[in-house]
């Protein structure tokens, strides 16, 4: 009986966690200016939240984004396209689509979804009202751009991995040098 209230107990405290962290991820309801977590994009970017929704990429419906109420009613799919890296920015659901690589944006309700930038893209992060990624046709190199897709910019010269933005620096890891960089946004 012990056991089973403390394994109660810690599924209800990891759901509070889990919660607090999806309602911060929108720009909206917290003061950090972030599309999604460093550490949700740092596994593929699967999962976002606001005050109202969560929106997951759902395996069991090809990857595609599917939206539910917090309470965990009103089940549906917005997008089917196959999708990762999805970042929630100023009630606007930003992804890379898996078949071509390029960055999308869609209205909370699956409508309204464009492209943004046809460069290839891998590893999104949207802060501070601009796109960071990682191209994979140009050695992985750090770019950003405006939320528009305009404005892009080459940022790094050298390849990087696990790309984070926290606060007023970029933070990632280069494999051709062992220490880790920032990078003033």
Known sequence: MKKLKLFSTIVLLSLFFISSALIGCNSSSSSIDYGNVNGN????????????YVFF?????????????QDGTGIVQISPNDCHWMNLYENKIYYIQDNDQCIYRMNLDGSSCNIVSITKAYHMIVAHNTIYFLNPEDDNSIYSMNLDGKKETKLTENEAEGLNVVQDQIYYISPQITTTFTKWI
């Open 57 to 69: 990429i759902n395996p069991k419906k090809n990857h595609g984004i599917t939206r539910m109420k």
């Open 41 to 52: 994009i740092s596994n593929g970017g699967c999962m976002v939240g606001n005050k109202e």
